[in-house]
């Protein structure tokens, strides 16, 4: 299937701000692009990009006094099948795993895994090692966060999640990320775009999304506690060990975000010409590091 995706966000500012951004998607998935990936600004501003610690492409630059304006449509092909589903994928024993998937375990600014190890193991002890255990604590996060869009907030971790019992879909990962380091299954975060694709339309402005991957089996697999369904057409932009690590934008100084739309539809070849529909546009003001749908 093809998938056409980008954004329009805008900033304003006092002073220049230097400012770095996670808005391309992973290099993994740029081979399957269809028509360029290209960020423009306006004003137009240099913009250099590097391969940062975590494979993610950012875009460094200033943001002038006064602001800016980012804007990106591209289309993506994608297989149109669902996450996978693998049942018998194995934890594997500490002693096994990869030096890089070493870092999945720890506790990161948002993750505090010491603080939720007796909840993680309360819903794990019982089930099969493995895929099994993994579900049952994404099952458990799903439950115990109620979602709410207007109470997102940059500063709320796992542990006051799960005490709060509500939070937007980067707390739904965060705290499932956190329950499957407790018990020593790797987990990342991961951000990019997900669009109501192979679902009913959902009545909510659309945003880039929050979901994480847990090492099983020798491989990554998606987990999305928010949802708690396999998904079709994720398109991941960014991943680390939590959002700090694969936040959209990070801003060194004050920029009001006052301008943000997403949209992702899938398309026919014969549309990739066309401009994205305003119905496809959903207008939606949100802090630059809060991932809400």
């Known amino acids: 299937m093809l998938i056409r995706t980008g954004f329009d966000i805008r900033f304003e500012t006092e002073v220049a701000v230097p400012m770095l951004a996670l808005l391309n998607v992973r290099p993994e998935r740029q081979s399957d692009l269809r028509t ?10 240099p913009m250099r990009q590097f391969i940062d610690p975590f494979g993610n492409v950012c875009s460094r630059f200033t943001v002038p006094p006064g602001g800016i304006a980012l804007h990106t449509d591209f289309v993506i092909e994608d297989s149109g099948e669902p996450d996978p589903v693998a049942p018998d994928a194995q934890q594997h024993p500490l002693e096994d795993l990869p030096y890089d998937v070493l870092q999945y375990l720890m506790s990161s600014r948002y ?10 193991w309360s819903v794990a002890q019982d089930k ?10 994404v099952d458990a996060a799903h ?10 907030s940059s500063e709320r971790t796992a542990r006051s999640a799960f005490d709060e019992r509500f939070g937007v879909c980067r707390d739904f990962a965060h705290l499932a990320i956190t329950l499957c380091r407790a018990i020593n299954v790797p987990a990342r975060y991961c951000t990019g775009y997900l669009g109501d694709i192979g679902i009913e339309p959902i009545d909510a402005p659309m945003d880039f ?14 987990f999305d506690a928010r949802h708690n369904c396999p998904r079709i057409a994720r398109i991941v932009m960014a991943r680390g060990r939590d959002a700090t690590d694969a936040a959209i934008t990070t801003s060194f ?5 006052v301008h943000f739309h ?9 549309d990739l010409s066309r401009p ?18």
């Open 276 to 293: 994205p529909s305003e119905t496809a546009l959903q207008q939606q003001a949100v802090t630059a590091t809060s991932i809400g749908s």
């Open 128 to 137: 099969k090692s493995g895929w099994e255990r993994v579900q049952a604590l």
């Open 36 to 45: 360029p990936e290209v960020v423009s600004s306006s004003p137009d501003v």
């Open 209 to 222: 999304s929050a979901w994480f991957e847990a090492y099983l089996g020798g491989k990554w697999y998606s």
């Open 111 to 120: 993750c505090e895994v010491s603080l939720l190890a007796d909840e993680a």
């Open 253 to 257: 100084g004050a920029a009001k975000l």
């Open 262 to 270: 997403v949209h992702t539809d899938e398309v026919a070849s014969t």
């Open 143 to 152: 439950e115990r966060i109620e979602f709410d869009y207007m109470k997102a």
